[in-house]
């Protein structure tokens, strides 16, 4: 059984520039949860998505970044017009249903964004 | 506001003695408390957690917890450390109803051969 799948592991953006990261869920999750995790610093959520809708975007930026879940396909986090501040550990995690303690969060392997 | 302290940055144990990764958490409403482990340039896998029942709860890999709810504490513990064992320790907490996961600021575990 898979696990939660992200891609790519490692990428770097020059500032300016646009990034995406992908996000699998585990077999039979709907829900995901993106976190960033700065050097040094736990995670910090960011969004929470079901297949089509955000729940919740009060962790993310209000600009520049957005996320998405479509009905097919992976789970997308987008930076466009990246800065050196975004550079971290961006972590997806998917639950089978709403997270609320007996539903825990299993995370993806995440990927490291660094902007030169 | 919900948070959790782990008040240690890092630990260090000789293998083949007990260890313990200290947490506590202000939340309110009653906690869901979790364990996650990190490997260099991995991701976060999960090793326990408390809902509710027994405070003592066990894991994977031998590790276990204590939840202690007149101490807001939730502390990791596991008999016999391993040099394996050697990792960023986070732990976390949510609440019923809730699905952000509010993550303390991570203990790094070193065990020495």
């Known amino acids: 059984n898979a696990g939660v799948m992200q891609n790519p592991r490692h990428l770097v953006r020059r500032r300016g520039q646009e990034a995406r990261l992908r996000c699998s869920p585990m077999?039979?999750?709907?829900?995901v949860y993106w976190y960033r995790q700065l050097p040094e610093e736990g995670l910090k959520f960011m969004v929470y998505?079901?297949?089509?809708?955000?729940?919740?975007e009060s962790g993310m930026p209000k600009e520049r970044f957005s996320a998405e879940f479509p009905k097919e396909g992976p789970s997308i986090l987008r930076i466009q017009q990246v800065v050196r501040g975004d550079s971290a550990a961006y972590f997806c995690?998917?639950?089978?249903?709403?997270?609320?303690?007996?539903?825990?969060?299993?995370f993806g392997p995440g990927t490291r964004l660094t902007v030169l | 506001a919900q948070s959790v302290a782990q008040p240690e940055d890092q630990v260090n144990v000789a293998e083949g003695n007990p260890l313990t990764v200290k947490c506590t958490y202000s939340?309110?409403?009653?906690?869901?408390l979790f364990w996650y482990v990190q490997y260099p340039n991995r991701g976060l896998q999960f090793l326990l957690k408390?809902?509710?029942?027994?405070?003592l709860v066990k894991g994977s890999y031998g590790f276990e917890a204590e939840f202690n709810k007149s101490q807001t504490s939730f502390h990791l513990k596991k008999p016999s450390a391993l040099v394996s064992d050697s990792a960023l320790y986070f732990c976390?907490?949510?609440?019923?109803?809730?699905?952000?996961?509010?993550f303390g600021t991570g203990t790094r575990l070193k065990v020495l051969a």
């Open positions: 998505l079901q297949k089509e809708n955000i729940i919740d």
């Open positions: 995690a998917s639950s089978r249903a709403r997270s609320g303690g007996t539903d825990t969060q299993y």
């Open positions: 077999k039979g999750h709907s829900h």
């Open positions: 408390y809902i509710t029942g027994d405070n």
């Open positions: 939340v309110s409403g009653n906690p869901y």
């Open positions: 976390a907490v949510t609440t019923s109803g809730t699905y952000k996961y509010i």
